[in-house]
């Protein structure tokens, strides 16, 4: 099965773990898309996961501890100690930390976390969903300039 370029950036745009970190880097470098192009892909891939979590979170918490408790007392604190520790940041900005917290560009502070921060701190959507594709565009912009950046330098070196 052949994926186009901007398919495969989509799809690595979306995964948890990669989101646009990895798919910028490959849009531009692998597949030799368009500055604009592995953006827009990127974003677009990346935002696809908020109404997966946003609909499948909580029935997921919800047979986790019907099925497996010792699991669900594990998730339930992590997911608790990440909530408690952004509380202060939305006390402070609403919503907007929320676009902040994804525009970080570190692994752990994507759009899959945010969503679920969402959730948990019961941000509406309407306020939530702006703001994390905000900060996933800009997330994206941060990642573009670090790649173009680092690959003009190489460029140069070489």
Known sequence: ???SREIATILISAVPVTELRAAIPLALSKFHLSVFSALF???LGGI???PIVYFCLQPIIDFVEKKIPWVHKHLVNFLEKK???FQSLYDKFGALALGLFVAITIPPTGVWS???LMIL???RPRFGVPAIIIGEVISGIIVVLIVKGSLGFLRWLL
Do not use: E, K, Q
Request: glycine residues 0%; proline residues 6%; neutral net charge.
């Open 121 to 123: 701190l019961r941000i």
């Open 114 to 116: 945010a969503t679920a």
């Open 48 to 50: 696809l996961p908020i």
């Open 41 to 43: 892909f990127s974003v």
């Open 1 to 3: 099965m052949d994926f």
């Open 83 to 85: 909530s408690t520790h």
